[in-house]
């Protein structure tokens, strides 16, 4: 059984920074493409930021670059995506979740119907 979960959401003032987690068990991790996607309230959901199972490719919003680093640790059987946010925007504010297996480019990062999805994790940026 997959189990995907998020954590290290919270509130946060306009330029402070979070990281959020994503554990992953019950497959292969280090085989899968994972990216992290969010939702904002009455907007459709959006590839944030994803990353190959090799780790050579790697996709960002252009809202969020220079600004978001995706990484992920599959040493000593730890199965985790890491997403480190800094100089926060009241526009990053949305549900964040993680996904196994997106198509990543460059260019693009698209879940593809058999992804796992984590609850998400609640980031709330004030002004």
């Known amino acids: 059984q997959v189990q995907v979960a998020e954590s290290g959401g919270g509130l946060v003032q306009a330029g402070g920074s979070l990281r959020l987690s994503c554990t992953v068990s019950?497959?292969?991790?280090?085989?899968?493409?994972v990216g992290w996607f969010r939702q904002a309230p009455g907007k459709e959901r959006e590839g944030v930021s994803c990353?190959?199972?090799?780790?050579?490719?790697?996709?960002?919003a252009d809202s969020v670059k220079g600004r978001f680093t995706i990484s992920k640790s599959v040493d000593n059987a730890e199965n985790t995506l890491y997403l480190q946010m800094s100089s926060l925007k009241p526009e990053d504010t949305a549900m964040y979740y993680c996904?196994?297996?997106?198509?990543?480019?460059?260019?693009?990062?698209?879940?593809?119907?058999?992804?796992?999805w984590g609850q998400g994790t609640q980031v709330s940026v004030s002004s």
């Open positions: 019950g497959l292969t991790f280090r085989h899968y493409n």
């Open positions: 996904a196994t297996g997106p198509r990543v480019t460059s260019d693009s990062c698209r879940p593809v119907t058999d992804s796992y």
């Open positions: 990353i190959s199972w090799t780790g050579r490719s790697t996709y960002y």
